[in-house]
Antibody
Framework: DVQLVQSGAEVKKAGESLEISCKTS????????IAWVRQMPGKGLQWMGIIYPGDSDTRYSPSFQGQVTISADKSSSTAYMLWSSLKASDTGMYFCARQVGDGFNVWGQGTMVTVSS | SYELTQPPSVSVSPGRTASITCSGEKLGNKYASWYQQKPGQSPVLVVFQDTKRPSGIPERFSGSNSGNTATLTISGTQPMDEADYFC?????????FGGGTRLTVL
C-alpha cells in the first residue's frame, strides 16, 4: 500500500537550519507530485509548494517562495523540505501529501517543528 | 490571490444531513476537493473532482460544485463525522485551501 512516512519532531532555535523528510513507498515515486502543507497550531492548511520527482519540476506558493527549498531524491524515494534560517513563525505541523488528479489522496503523518526565539 | 471561503462552524444532529459550503470566484469552473481532519490526525481526502469519493469513503459523503460554490454533503451524519473539513482547488498553478469548517454533531 502507498505510504508517506515523515521524519520526527524537531525543536530548533531561530536562525538554525533544518531539513525534514517524507519517505514514500508502495508506488512509483517519479510519477506523482508531492506537496508540502503547513498547519500552524489551531489553524487551517496552507499549501507551501510541490515537486515532481521525475524531473524535479518545483512550484512554490508565493507566500513561501524563498523561505523554503523543496527537493526530491529518486534513489531513496524521499522528498525533503529545507529551511536555511528558521524563524519562530515557522513553528507548526508540516505534512507531505501525494497528488492524484486535482487532490491529495495520501498524506504523511506530519512533522511538528518548534522554533524558539 | 484566489480565496476560498468556508463557514467557521456547522452543527448537525445525528442522522440528519450536514452541508458545508466553500465559496470562490467561478469555483464551478475548477475542480473542488474536500478533506476531513480529526484532532491529532492527518487530513483525509473524502471528495475529489467535485463529486467523486475515494475508495473506502462512505457513501454518505457527496459533493457538488456550481457557480461560485462547492458543497460537501454528509447524509445521515454520524458522531464519527465530527471533524474539521477543508475545501481545496487549484488556481493559476497553485493550490488554495479554504479556511476550514468545524462540524459538530450534537
Amino acid at each position: 500500500d502507498v505510504q508517506l512516512v515523515q521524519s520526527g519532531a524537531e525543536v530548533k532555535k531561530a536562525g538554525e537550519s533544518l531539513e525534514i523528510s517524507c519517505k514514500t513507498s508502495g508506488y512509483t515515486f517519479n510519477n506523482y507530485w508531492i506537496a508540502w502543507v503547513r498547519q500552524m497550531p489551531g489553524k487551517g492548511l496552507q499549501w507551501m509548494g510541490i515537486i515532481y520527482p521525475g524531473d524535479s519540476d518545483t512550484r512554490y506558493s508565493p507566500s513561501f517562495q524563498g523561505q523554503v527549498t523543496i527537493s526530491a531524491d529518486k534513489s531513496s524515494s524521499t522528498a525533503y523540505m529545507l529551511w536555511s534560517s528558521l524563524k519562530a513563525s515557522d513553528t507548526g505541523m508540516y505534512f507531505c501529501a501525494r497528488q492524484v488528479g486535482d487532490g491529495f489522496n495520501v498524506w504523511g503523518q506530519g512533522t511538528m517543528v518548534t522554533v524558539s526565539s | 490571490s484566489y480565496e476560498l471561503t468556508q463557514p467557521p462552524s456547522v452543527s448537525v444532529s445525528p442522522g440528519r444531513t450536514a452541508s458545508i459550503t466553500c465559496s470562490g470566484e467561478k469555483l464551478g469552473n475548477k475542480y473542488a476537493s474536500w478533506y476531513q481532519q480529526k484532532p491529532g490526525q492527518s487530513p483525509v481526502l473524502v471528495v475529489f473532482q467535485d463529486t467523486k469519493r475515494p475508495s473506502g469513503i462512505p457513501e454518505r459523503f457527496s459533493g457538488s460544485n456550481s457557480g461560485n460554490t462547492a458543497t460537501l454533503t454528509i447524509s445521515g451524519t454520524q458522531p464519527m463525522d465530527e471533524a474539521d473539513y477543508f475545501c481545496q482547488a487549484w488556481d493559476s498553478g497553485t493550490v488554495v485551501f479554504g479556511g476550514g469548517t468545524r462540524l459538530t454533531v450534537l
